[in-house]
């Protein structure tokens, strides 16, 4: 009965820490951008319009129909890649995500500011 008790907490740990989000910095965000990855920039319209990375999807994380709408689409097997402007709104929306069950949640430490800081392309 001990044993199965311990194998169940490693299975129960192991789960846990798959779908951990983890907040990386520009280099290892960009390096991670892979054709499967889902890319999320949870700002509103106007800050998405001024400049977006290539490829993203946008949902604004304070409203909560649309980025209900949005995240409902997206499939949580495959990576999800979240940033907004500073890093305080995808930390936040990384958890809900977390929460719905995606497996893989990546946070751009610093947001879209860390990006551009660093000469990284906008569309």
Known sequence: MKNLALVFTLFLFA???????QSVNVATFEAGLTPEVQLLDVRTQEEFEEGHLKGAIRADVNDEAEFENVIGQLDKEKPVYIYCRSGKRSSEAAEILKGKG????VD???????????GKPVE
């Open 102 to 105: 995606f497996i893989q949640v």
């Open 15 to 21: 789960l846990a820490s798959c779908v951990n989000a």
């Open 108 to 118: 751009l430490d610093g947001g879209i500011l860390a990006w551009e800081e660093e």
